[in-house]
């Protein structure tokens, strides 16, 4: 008999040998149950089809839709087309029978006059010997803290071509703008307009014209003159130099006037 086992019962007190008895182990135990989570799946599954249908059906209508508009605009289309091909042979036909008519009326002076007036007003292209000035923006910083200085204005461009005219210039244009006389040469914030065409610098202005009277009296303009002071204090580029040959295209843009009416002979007279 243990004395010490029957002391320790006698005093109440735990049995050592619970403390190093191997405890129950302790399972796993899902949060949810097996049911909850088949139900959870499912729904999920049933959620993604829903969405992925919605799509594949929006996506098809917007498609049905842009095809039922795009037949509709080519439909269109292939009706103004044939508009313009009818048009351009009536046009043609048109055309036919005025030279058919002038031809018989015998008006060669007339078309002759015509060409001379248009060729004139800058309608038609040209081509000759003459005078070509180029101008390009200076350095950067500018010298005086401005740098409008050291860029080429739209006033420049107007007295250059104006100090052309004055030398006697036949046809002038400014980087493949032809000048005529309701051409407009303005700025719209740094850029430079001729007949409301953004330009670039470098602005090329080519003049037709006897080369060497437009060399002599250009260069000794009172423009050049300045012209040159301001390339040497802003290092604004100013090259002058003739030319044997060079084209000069036809003013493309709008003749009609809105305000301005020909005078009657009677009242031209008074």
Same mark, same amino acid.
Request: charged share 25%; net charge negative.
């Given at each position: 008999? /243990?004395?010490? @086992? /029957?002391?320790? #019962? =006698?005093? @109440?007190?735990? +049995?050592?040998? /619970? /403390? &190093?008895r191997p405890l129950p182990? =302790?399972? !796993?135990?899902?949060? !949810? *149950?097996?049911?909850? $989570?088949?139900i959870a799946t499912v729904a999920g599954a049933l959620a993604v089809g829903f969405l992925l249908t919605s799509g594949l059906l929006a996506g098809r209508s917007a498609a049905e839709i842009q095809d039922a508009? #795009?037949?509709?605009?080519?439909?269109?289309?292939?009706e103004r087309q044939e508009r313009v091909d009818a048009m351009t042979a009536h046009l043609d036909t048109l055309r036919a029978e005025v030279a058919r008519l002038e031809e018989e009326a015998g008006t060669p002076t007339l078309?002759?006059?015509?060409?001379?007036?248009?060729?004139?007003a800058g309608l038609t292209g040209v081509r000759g010997a003459g005078l070509r000035v180029v101008f390009d923006d200076g350095s950067d910083p500018c010298p005086s803290g401005q740098p409008e200085d050291c860029q080429?204005? +739209? $006033? +420049?461009?107007q007295l250059a071509v104006n100090a052309l005219f004055d030398? @006697?210039?036949?046809? $002038?244009?400014?980087?493949g703008e032809r000048v005529i006389g309701t051409?407009?040469?303005? *700025?719209?914030?740094?850029?430079?307009?001729?007949? &409301?065409? $953004?330009?670039s610098p470098p602005y090329e202005v080519v003049a037709v014209g006897d080369p060497d009277t437009l060399e002599r009296v250009f260069s000794t303009s009172d423009f050049a003159l300045d012209f040159e002071i301001w390339r040497d204090t802003y290092g604004l580029a100013f090259e002058v130099e003739a030319f044997e040959q060079a084209e000069l295209p036809a &003013?493309?843009?709008?003749?009609?006037?809105?305000?301005?009416a020909p005078v009657d002979g009677d009242e031209g007279q008074g």
């Open positions: 008999m /243990d004395p010490t @086992g /029957d002391q320790t #019962k =006698t005093l @109440g007190l735990p +049995d050592l040998a /619970d /403390d &190093y182990r =302790t399972r !796993w135990t899902q949060p !949810w *149950s097996v049911n909850a $989570v088949t508009r #795009k037949e509709q605009l080519i439909a269109v289309i292939e078309q002759r006059e015509l060409e001379r007036v248009e060729q004139v080429i204005q +739209d $006033v +420049d461009l030398a @006697g210039a036949e046809t $002038v244009a400014v980087n051409t407009a040469i303005r *700025s719209a914030g740094r850029a430079v307009l001729v007949n &409301y065409r $953004v330009l &003013y493309t843009g709008s003749v009609r006037l809105r305000h301005a």
